[in-house]
């Protein structure tokens, strides 16, 4: 059983670009989390997607979007980069009806 | 304003003792509590969780204690082995909208386990 995955693992971007993540959930999970954990910080929630809605966000820019697809997989979108979106960016799913969230390995993006 | 503390950024353990984990919290709405242990490169991996109407779990090695009133839990390893070196995160949640919220973590406390 295949655990959450996210790709790619790693990316380097310039600054003002456009830049999309990609996460599959855990099986039997429907309920995705996407993270932003810059060097040294716990993981900041940026939003969370049920029923492909967004149902909860963070207090991030409207620069952040996301989608979630009918097989539960996600995307995280973010425009206009800046150098301070330089972090590891983590997906997490769960059932709806559990608490517990599984992590994926993350993304690396690096904004030069 | 941080919700989730941990206060103590690294702590090293002799290898067969027992290693404490601290975390307070400042959300009186916050219900339900997990640790994650991560390592470099990784993404944060589940140990253990617990519930507010509880005080204590136990899974193995891991033990969390909960003290509601003076929002702190802590986790205990024993016994520590080598292997357990890692960044571990406490991370709190609230109920939102008849499900469980988003995921408040702590900034980490980097555990080193000496053989």
């Known amino acids: 059983d295949a655990g959450v995955t996210q790709s790619p693992t790693h990316l380097i971007k310039t600054r003002g670009q456009q830049v999309t993540l990609r996460c599959s959930p855990k099986s039997g999970h429907d309920t995705v989390s996407w993270y932003q954990q810059a060097l040294g910080q716990g993981p900041q929630f940026i939003f969370q997607?049920?029923?492909?809605?967004?149902?909860q966000r963070g207090n991030f820019p409207d620069r952040f979007s996301g989608h979630q697809f009918p097989n539960y997989s996600s995307e995280l979108n973010v425009n206009a980069l800046l150098l301070g979106d330089s972090a590891l960016y983590l997906c997490a799913s769960r059932y709806t009806g559990n608490t517990e969230a599984f992590f994926g390995q993350g993304t690396r993006l690096t904004v030069v | 304003d941080q919700q989730v503390k941990q206060n103590s950024p690294s702590l090293s353990v002799q290898e067969g003792r027992i290693s404490i984990l601290n975390c307070d919290y400042t959300?009186?709405?916050?219900?339900?509590f997990l640790w994650y242990k991560k390592y470099p490169a990784e993404g944060p991996t589940f140990l253990i969780s617990i519930s507010s109407i509880k005080d204590k779990n136990e899974d193995g090695r891991f033990t969390v204690f909960l003290n509601k009133s003076a929002k702190h839990l802590s986790l205990h390893i024993v016994p520590s082995q080598p292997g357990d070196s890692a960044v571990y995160f406490c991370?709190?949640?609230?109920?939102?909208?008849?499900?469980?919220?988003?995921?408040?973590f702590g900034k980490g406390t980097k555990l080193s386990v000496k053989p």
């Open positions: 997607y049920y029923e492909e809605e967004e149902r």
């Open positions: 991370a709190a949640s609230a109920h939102y909208g008849g499900s469980q919220g988003n995921l408040i």
């Open positions: 959300n009186s709405m916050f219900d339900y």
